[in-house]
């Protein structure tokens, strides 16, 4: 080749290479930060952290406020936000995304690497937390881990933010694996990285281990339980010592096509039979007790029922699961006027909640079961079907606390609400006979000419129309 030549080929080599080596860096540039899409991401010594989802019956707040309110009722039960559990819906497993994790096992504190821009972008966000257990004991040099529920089940970030106050007793990882390291006491508190008020906590001991005192037997609250298809109930559970330090429990179904149960003891009626339902002590699981859960299909409602031309709706009277009004347009118009009313003499009124379907009041009383268990349920949350607010007629009003009566507005609404056609319809010292709570807030319409009569008469529906309020089972 002659040496021009060769000097032209070295040329055009030095610069095909010079064009490679800039787009390898370019390529190298892009990767490292391909996967940073959002400006305020954490920085790199972060740790993530992500919900172990157990894929099993959360328990969901309720819609309105009175998730804090265990004296609340069939009224009193707002309306669930989500429109879902509320309900005890089995939750879907998520992916674990991979975290960076220094130290796993050694962390006092984990950060997370999600941003939260799915809730910023209009997704679901987490309002609360719940865990298997808020009290855990472990021994030096051992491990435990909670599990998280995320709620609702539908937020789209469910990642977790764990850490622990006093390291030098217990430490946490990025998942929630709390190890002991002295003995002593601290407090583990996980949050959302999407919503970090949102927290729960775990109160940790941490002893030698001749120092641990184990459970030895479980008492329940009932052995029986009698449930329809799509109802639930759950027994309250009591560990002995009542000092034994690890109370965490793990319920089994031995017949899930019969009845389904959560981790937190929560069992659902799925199908007609009968099942046993066991709870083990985690801590020593040679420890059980047992529950037999026999399943019905409820009786199924063809039409309501009227009595001298009144809508009846309570425990012995049901409406159709088909039955979907919507809010009645006469109680409204009433309840506007009532409105104006109260405006007048400087009150204010306001709907905490109306209408409610049944699919949504089967969705609230399964989480008030869920809660504080069926006995105590029934007492202030009406079963599907049993509601009034399903029959468009009643209305929650202000306030969800039993001391509205003592406030201005709840007063005026005792004194005058017959004048626009509403009866106060669960009045203080008639649960035997309405079923339900004292609910100062909660007005059903029947029109003036009844009202009147029932307001003279100091009656009730059941008293006035000489009927009962009672389930069938």
């Known amino acids: 080749m002659p040496a021009e030549e060769a000097d032209v080929t070295k040329l055009k080599l030095r610069i095909l290479c010079g064009i490679l080596a800039g787009l390898l860096l370019t390529g190298c540039s892009l990767f490292k930060g391909g996967d940073k899409t959002d400006p305020d991401a954490v920085d790199p010594n972060a740790t993530a952290a992500a919900t172990e989802d157990p894929a099993l019956n959360p328990i969901a707040p309720p819609e309105g406020d009175p998730a804090e309110n265990p004296s609340g009722s069939q009224s009193g039960e707002p309306a669930d936000p989500s429109g879902s559990d509320p ?28 941003t939260g821009t799915d809730a910023e972008a209009g997704g679901t966000r987490v309002t609360g937390i719940e865990l298997d257990r808020y009290i855990v004991a472990v021994q030096v040099g051992k491990s435990e881990m909670p599990i998280v529920t995320m709620l609702p089940s539908t937020a789209l970030d469910v990642g977790e933010i764990w850490t622990s106050d006093d390291t030098a007793v217990a430490t946490v990882s990025t998942y ?18 999407d919503n970090p008020d949102v927290k729960a906590t775990v ?36 560990m002995y ?14 017949d899930t096509s019969v009845a389904t149960v959560s981790q937190y003891g929560h069992i659902m009626g799925v199908g007609p039979g009968t099942c046993t339902v066991t709870v083990r002590s985690k801590d020593n699981q040679d420890v059980t007790a047992k529950v037999t859960v026999n399943v019905k299909i409820g009786e199924t409602v063809k039409e309501p029922t009227y009595i001298d031309g009144t809508l009846i709706v309570n425990r012995t009277y049901a409406l159709p699961k088909t039955y979907n009004p919507g809010v009645s347009a006469e109680a409204k118009a009433a309840l506007d006027e009532l409105i104006a009313g109260a405006s007048e003499d400087g009150l204010s009124f306001w709907i905490e909640s109306g ?63 017959w004048e626009y056609g509403f009866t106060l319809r669960y009045p203080k010292d008639k649960e035997d006979i309405t079923g339900f709570m004292y609910e100062p807030w909660h007005v059903r319409y029947v029109g003036k000419e009844l009202a009147q009569k029932l307001h003279d008469s100091g009656k009730v529906l059941e008293e006035y129309f000489d009927i009962t309020s009672v389930y069938a089972d």
């Open 87 to 114: 309900s005890p819906i089995e939750a879907n497993p998520v992916d674990l995304p991979t975290p960076v994790v220094p130290d796993p096992g050694s962390s006092g504190t984990s950060e997370p690497t999600g």
């Open 176 to 193: 929630g694996k709390i190890t002991g390291v002295a003995p002593g006491e601290c407090r583990v508190t996980v949050r959302s990285t």
């Open 203 to 238: 109160d940790v001991t941490v002893v030698e281990d001749q120092d641990i005192i184990h459970v030895k037997q479980i008492t329940l609250d009932k052995y029986e339980c009698n449930i329809l298809v799509g109802l639930s109930d759950m027994p309250w559970v009591t």
């Open 241 to 254: 010592p009542i000092n034994a330090q690890d109370k965490g429990e793990i319920w089994t179904s031995d």
């Open 355 to 417: 209408f409610r379907s049944y699919e949504q009041q089967l969705n609230l009383y399964n989480t008030y079961v869920g809660r504080e268990g069926k006995d105590s349920a029934d007492r202030y949350s009406a079963r599907p079907g049993h509601s009034e607010h399903q029959s468009g007629l009643a209305f929650d009003l202000n306030s969800f606390d039993d001391n509205f009566d003592k406030t201005p507005e709840g007063q005026w609404l005792a004194a005058h609400a």
